[in-house]
């Protein structure tokens, strides 16, 4: 059995909405609780999606706040909140809350259909009404494996914990085991072992073809802000609110952010929101280890007249380390020291940016600026583990 219990992708956003939605579930099925087995069959008669009929179609609404009292160990309930907790954050993350609301709502009306229409197909009519967030669920997951087909799915095998699985491979196991059970249902019975599985099947497809859509419709509106050259003051004009409305959805596209800050440089210079937009776009470049573009956003903050000291504190020892490597040393000795000026630096960051300037300072020929930052540290950091290696250097200055 593979249990699914994070995925190594970040989020930006908390998940408001999946929040909700497992907290309406949850209190649904403590009230399912309270009605004893005669009640709570009345109670999904009521509200469950039984069939075609135009006047229950109101019930596909309804059926997948939930969850059946009587499943063993509570694993109806169980099952579907914890699939929804470990998948649902970044789908709403990618999306946006009102969108991934939206989605979850048809993924569960779809699904719904789906399973009535193949049980009508099959001639499988009657049977108890449906109920449960499966299909909706199932939804999530088929948008997650279109979207973030390639990010691992940390899981439990069994009894072994830690395997990463690729999502696309984890969920198209989970979907070929419903595929196969729904199968078999249509030729026994409406139900294998009391689950709608052609629900889960339509719930599935529907995300996985509606990730897919909205994936390829908003890749084409984010290259052409992107890459598309602005042709005129109005044109980009018109590009800063959509690109504004694209970082809203996604705020770890560091790419939008930067094309962003760039647009408002031109638009206002020095205007304070292009720095911000700049400071994150290093952020996630060098976080998402691509040292090549965050070198780029750190020459275009520094041609639209911005102060490096608007980088943060964290992201400037990891980008002197890039310009080094890409054989501009002067540059990063130029960051590191902007940086060992700062006031209010914690220790360890101090003590990286002094010890970068010593060593890139020694290497340019620059001996008072290398003893200048080998005395501080010395002086205002000497419990810090390189002090004895500055006092060697320093003694060997002479």
């Not at 908390?14 to 497992?22: E, L, S």
């Not at 309804?62 to 929804?84: E, K």
């Not at 409305?245 to 996604?250: F, K, Q």
Request: net charge neutral; charged share 20%; aromatic share 8%.
């Amino acid at each position: 059995m593979l249990i699914p219990y994070a995925t190594a992708r970040r989020r930006h956003r908390t998940p408001w909405v999946t929040f909700g939605i497992i907290a309406i579930n949850v209190l649904v099925y403590l009230y399912c609780l309270t009605l004893g087995p005669d009640g709570f069959a009345e109670f999904a008669g009521r509200w469950g999606f039984e069939g075609l009929a135009p006047e229950g179609y109101y019930r596909l609404l309804t059926m997948v706040w939930i969850h059946d009292p009587r499943s063993f160990l509570h694993l109806h309930i169980i099952g579907n909140m914890w699939a929804l907790a470990v998948f649902g954050p970044q789908v709403e993350d990618a999306l946006g809350h009102i969108i991934y609301g939206a989605y979850y709502l048809l993924g569960g009306i779809v699904s719904g259909l789906a399973h009535a229409l193949i049980c009508a197909w099959t001639g499988l009519a009657g049977g108890p009404e449906m109920i449960g967030a499966s299909g909706a669920v199932l939804c999530v997951l088929g948008m997650f494996a279109v979207r973030f087909y390639s990010t691992p799915v940390k899981t439990v095998l069994v009894v072994i914990p830690g395997i990463r699985i690729p999502a696309v491979i984890y969920l198209a196991i989970y979907l070929g085991l419903d595929l196969r059970a729904g199968i078999i249902g249509s030729f026994a019975e409406r139900t294998v072992g009391g689950v709608a599985h052609w629900a889960h099947i339509g719930g599935f497809v529907f995300g996985a073809a509606a990730g897919l859509l909205h994936g390829v419709v908003r890749h084409a509106r984010r290259e052409y802000l992107l890459e598309r050259p602005v042709e005129s003051p109005d044109d980009r004009s018109e590009r800063i609110p959509a690109l504004r409305s694209l970082i809203r959805r996604n705020p770890a596209d560091a790419e939008a952010r930067l094309r962003l800050a760039t647009l408002l440089d031109a638009e206002e210079a020095t205007l304070p929101a292009a720095a911000e937009h700049y400071r994150e776009a290093i952020d996630e470049l060098l976080r998402s280890e691509r040292p090549e573009r965050a070198i780029a956003a750190f020459d275009a903050l520094e041609e639209g007249g911005h102060s490096p000291g608007l980088i943060t504190a964290r992201s400037v020892p990891l980008l002197a380390t890039a310009l080094e490597r890409a054989g501009r040393p002067a540059d990063a000795l130029r960051l590191l020291d902007h940086l060992a000026r700062r006031e209010g630096l914690d220790e360890t960051t101090l003590e990286q940016a002094l010890m970068g300037v010593a060593v890139l300072a020694r290497d340019q020929g620059d001996g008072q600026r290398a003893r200048w930052a080998l005395e501080r540290l010395v002086s205002e950091l000497p419990f810090a583990p390189s002090v004895a290696w500055a006092r060697r250097l320093l003694g060997g200055q002479g």
